[in-house]
C-alpha cells in the first residue's frame, strides 16, 4: 500500500460498520412495513447502509479509484 495513513484507514472502516450497525436498528424497526412506500424506504436505508458501507472497504484497502462509486 502506499503511503495511507491505515490508522485512518482502519477508523474509516470502523465509522462504515457503525453505520451498518445503525441501518439495521432501522430495518428491524420498519419490519412492521404496512405500504408499499414503507418497502421502499427499507430497501433504500438497506442499499445505502450495507451495499455502500461496505463496499467503502474495498474502495479503501484495495486502492480502488473513486469511480468505484459512481
Not at 404496512?34 to 479503501?60: E, I, N, Q, R
Amino acid at each position: 500500500m502506499k503511503s495511507r495513513n491505515m490508522v485512518a484507514l482502519y477508523c474509516a472502516q470502523f465509522v462504515a460498520a457503525l453505520v451498518v450497525a445503525y441501518v439495521l436498528a432501522h430495518f428491524i424497526v420498519f419490519l412492521r412495513a404496512h405500504t408499499a412506500w414503507d418497502g421502499v424506504v427499507t430497501g433504500l436505508w438497506l442499499g445505502v447502509g450495507f451495499v455502500l458501507a461496505t463496499s467503502l472497504g474495498s474502495y479503501l484497502f484495495e486502492n480502488r479509484p473513486p469511480s468505484y462509486f459512481g
